[in-house]
Protein backbone atom coordinates (compact mmCIF):
# COMPACT_ATOMS: atom_id res chain seq x y z
CA UNK A 1 0.00 0.00 0.00
CA UNK A 2 1.60 3.28 -1.02
CA UNK A 3 1.56 6.86 1.25
CA UNK A 4 1.44 9.87 -0.38
CA UNK A 5 1.59 13.51 0.58
CA UNK A 6 -2.13 14.74 -0.20
CA UNK A 7 -2.96 18.30 -0.58
CA UNK A 8 -6.60 19.42 -0.78
CA UNK A 9 -6.65 22.92 -2.36
CA UNK A 10 -10.00 25.01 -1.05
CA UNK A 11 -11.32 28.74 -0.92
CA UNK A 12 -9.12 31.06 1.61
CA UNK A 13 -11.78 30.31 4.95
CA UNK A 14 -12.20 26.71 4.51
CA UNK A 15 -9.25 25.50 5.52
CA UNK A 16 -11.02 23.89 9.02
CA UNK A 17 -14.33 22.53 7.58
CA UNK A 18 -11.73 20.65 5.33
CA UNK A 19 -9.61 19.48 8.08
CA UNK A 20 -12.94 18.76 10.06
CA UNK A 21 -14.02 16.54 7.17
CA UNK A 22 -10.31 14.60 7.10
CA UNK A 23 -10.25 14.38 10.52
CA UNK A 24 -13.50 12.62 10.42
CA UNK A 25 -12.27 10.15 7.44
CA UNK A 26 -9.26 9.24 10.04
CA UNK A 27 -6.51 11.11 7.99
CA UNK A 28 -3.43 11.43 9.26
CA UNK A 29 -0.65 14.28 9.94
CA UNK A 30 -3.52 17.07 8.79
CA UNK A 31 -1.39 20.55 8.14
CA UNK A 32 -4.18 23.59 7.35
CA UNK A 33 -2.13 26.41 5.40
CA UNK A 34 -3.63 28.97 4.03
CA UNK A 35 -5.95 28.01 1.09
CA UNK A 36 -5.47 24.15 1.40
CA UNK A 37 -5.02 21.26 3.84
CA UNK A 38 -1.99 19.04 3.32
CA UNK A 39 -2.29 15.61 4.71
CA UNK A 40 -0.92 11.55 4.71
CA UNK A 41 -3.21 8.99 3.39
CA UNK A 42 -2.81 5.90 1.40
CA UNK A 43 -4.29 5.11 -2.10
CA UNK A 44 -7.77 4.28 0.50
CA UNK A 45 -7.57 7.69 1.88
CA UNK A 46 -6.96 9.27 -1.68
CA UNK A 47 -9.85 7.95 -3.21
CA UNK A 48 -11.87 8.34 0.27
CA UNK A 49 -10.80 11.83 0.23
CA UNK A 50 -11.57 12.53 -3.49
CA UNK A 51 -15.35 10.79 -2.58
CA UNK A 52 -16.08 11.96 0.48
CA UNK A 53 -14.65 15.92 0.34
CA UNK A 54 -17.68 18.60 0.17
CA UNK A 55 -15.55 21.67 0.82
CA UNK A 56 -12.53 20.90 -1.10
CA UNK A 57 -11.54 22.04 -4.63
CA UNK A 58 -10.04 18.48 -5.59
CA UNK A 59 -7.48 16.13 -4.33
CA UNK A 60 -3.55 16.70 -5.00
CA UNK A 61 -0.72 14.17 -5.09
CA UNK A 62 2.87 16.50 -3.87
CA UNK A 63 5.42 14.41 -5.40
CA UNK A 64 7.74 17.02 -4.58
CA UNK A 65 8.88 19.71 -2.88
CA UNK A 66 12.35 21.61 -3.10
CA UNK A 67 13.94 25.18 -3.50
CA UNK A 68 14.21 26.87 -6.70
CA UNK A 69 15.48 30.51 -7.29
CA UNK A 70 16.63 30.33 -11.29
CA UNK A 71 14.71 28.61 -14.09
CA UNK A 72 17.97 25.55 -13.99
CA UNK A 73 16.92 24.93 -10.10
CA UNK A 74 13.63 24.17 -11.39
CA UNK A 75 13.80 22.54 -14.16
CA UNK A 76 16.26 20.27 -11.90
CA UNK A 77 13.92 19.45 -9.04
CA UNK A 78 11.12 18.78 -11.62
CA UNK A 79 13.30 16.17 -13.31
CA UNK A 80 14.44 14.57 -10.22
CA UNK A 81 10.65 13.69 -9.25
CA UNK A 82 9.29 10.41 -10.08
CA UNK A 83 6.80 11.08 -12.86
CA UNK A 84 7.01 8.03 -14.24
CA UNK A 85 4.93 6.25 -11.45
CA UNK A 86 2.09 8.19 -12.98
CA UNK A 87 2.04 9.57 -16.38
CA UNK A 88 2.68 6.69 -18.98
CA UNK A 89 4.03 7.11 -22.21
CA UNK A 90 1.09 8.10 -23.97
CA UNK A 91 -0.70 10.13 -21.62
CA UNK A 92 -1.36 13.41 -22.05
CA UNK A 93 0.20 15.75 -18.91
CA UNK A 94 -0.69 19.21 -18.61
CA UNK A 95 0.86 21.65 -16.26
CA UNK A 96 -0.55 24.93 -14.68
CA UNK A 97 -0.03 26.68 -11.13
CA UNK A 98 0.77 30.28 -9.51
CA UNK A 99 3.50 32.11 -8.79
CA UNK A 100 3.54 33.72 -4.99
CA UNK A 101 6.20 35.97 -3.51
CA UNK A 102 8.97 34.06 -6.04
CA UNK A 103 12.04 35.30 -7.90
CA UNK A 104 10.39 32.58 -10.79
CA UNK A 105 7.21 35.24 -11.45
CA UNK A 106 6.22 34.05 -15.30
CA UNK A 107 3.72 31.55 -14.55
CA UNK A 108 3.92 30.93 -18.49
CA UNK A 109 7.55 30.52 -18.37
CA UNK A 110 7.37 28.19 -15.09
CA UNK A 111 4.57 26.13 -16.97
CA UNK A 112 7.12 25.49 -20.31
CA UNK A 113 10.31 24.64 -17.51
CA UNK A 114 8.04 21.87 -15.55
CA UNK A 115 7.04 20.82 -18.87
CA UNK A 116 10.28 20.42 -20.33
CA UNK A 117 11.63 18.78 -16.88
CA UNK A 118 8.90 15.93 -17.17
CA UNK A 119 9.37 15.56 -20.86
CA UNK A 120 13.26 15.08 -20.21
CA UNK A 121 12.17 12.53 -17.24
CA UNK A 122 10.06 10.35 -19.18
CA UNK A 123 11.63 10.08 -22.47
CA UNK A 124 14.70 8.93 -20.44
CA UNK A 125 12.49 6.27 -18.80
CA UNK A 126 10.11 5.36 -21.57
CA UNK A 127 13.12 5.73 -24.22
CA UNK A 128 11.14 7.51 -26.56
CA UNK A 129 11.48 11.24 -28.61
CA UNK A 130 8.04 12.05 -29.00
CA UNK A 131 4.86 11.91 -26.78
CA UNK A 132 1.51 11.73 -28.75
CA UNK A 133 -0.59 12.51 -25.11
CA UNK A 134 -3.61 10.93 -26.74
CA UNK A 135 -4.22 8.71 -23.60
CA UNK A 136 -5.45 9.89 -19.71
CA UNK A 137 -5.11 13.00 -19.19
CA UNK A 138 -2.30 13.53 -15.62
CA UNK A 139 -3.05 17.57 -14.81
CA UNK A 140 0.39 18.63 -13.03
CA UNK A 141 0.17 21.54 -11.00
CA UNK A 142 2.57 23.69 -9.34
CA UNK A 143 2.80 25.87 -6.68
CA UNK A 144 5.61 28.58 -6.12
CA UNK A 145 5.69 30.35 -2.67
CA UNK A 146 8.37 32.28 -1.65
CA UNK A 147 10.69 30.18 -3.82
CA UNK A 148 9.43 27.07 -2.21
CA UNK A 149 8.02 24.88 -5.05
CA UNK A 150 5.22 22.00 -4.82
CA UNK A 151 4.72 19.66 -7.84
CA UNK A 152 1.40 17.59 -7.77
CA UNK A 153 -0.45 15.57 -9.77
CA UNK A 154 -4.10 16.32 -10.07
CA UNK A 155 -6.34 12.88 -9.00
CA UNK A 156 -10.07 14.32 -9.38
CA UNK A 157 -10.51 15.50 -12.74
CA UNK A 158 -13.42 18.03 -12.76
CA UNK A 159 -13.71 19.83 -9.62
CA UNK A 160 -15.07 18.35 -6.39
CA UNK A 161 -17.63 21.34 -6.11
Not at 6 to 34: F, H, S, T, W
Not at 48 to 53: G, K, L, Q, Y
Not at 130 to 139: M, N
Request: with cysteine; proline share 4%; aromatic share 10%.
Amino acid sequence: MNNYELVIPCLLGLEGPVAYELRKMDAKNIKPQNGRVIFDGSDKMLARANICSRYGERVLVNLGCFKAESFDELFQGGRDLPWEHWIGREDAFPVKGSCVNSKLMSVPDCQSIIKKAVVERLKQKYSVNWFEETGTKYQIQFLILKNDVSLMIDTTGVPLH
